[in-house]
């Protein structure tokens, strides 16, 4: 068992796994008070394979906010998968964060602590 304060830095999806909890999946197309979408997650790609979660670590409770993609409309990085992990201080700041930054915001101004290391991303 590997607590998150000890592990930064590229773990396999089997240590997230075995650390982490999933709290929440958040909605990849937020919608604004009429129904319509308020964004999709990536401007730069379709959005639809985009997904944002929550996790705990099991050890010490600090939370993260994983943004999970994969790209297709460039053919460099057709079908790469992405899955950073940034620190994020509590649910109701992660909430904050989903409903104010699209995808692209938030990558531009902050930094990751962990990724994942295999090919295998849960969206
Ligand atoms: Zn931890």
Not at 56 to 62: A, D, E, I, T
Request: with cysteine; charged share 25%; hydrophobic share 35%.
């Amino acid at each position: 068992m590997i607590c998150c304060q000890l592990a930064k830095g590229t773990l396999t999806r089997r240590a997230l796994i075995e650390n982490f909890e999933v709290v929440k999946e958040y909605d990849p197309q937020p919608k604004n008070k009429d129904g319509s979408v308020r964004w999709f997650l990536y401007g730069w790609d379709d959005g639809k394979n985009g997904v944002r979660r929550l996790a705990r670590c099991k050890h010490c409770g600090s939370f993260f906010l994983i943004q999970a993609y994969h790209l297709h409309k460039f053919s460099e990085y057709a079908n790469v998968q992405f899955e950073p992990w940034y620190s994020i201080g509590s649910e109701s700041e992660a909430d904050y964060v989903n409903a104010t930054y699209t995808g692209l915001q938030w990558e531009l101004e902050h930094k990751p602590v962990i990724r994942c290391a295999d090919d295998e991303v849960m969206c």
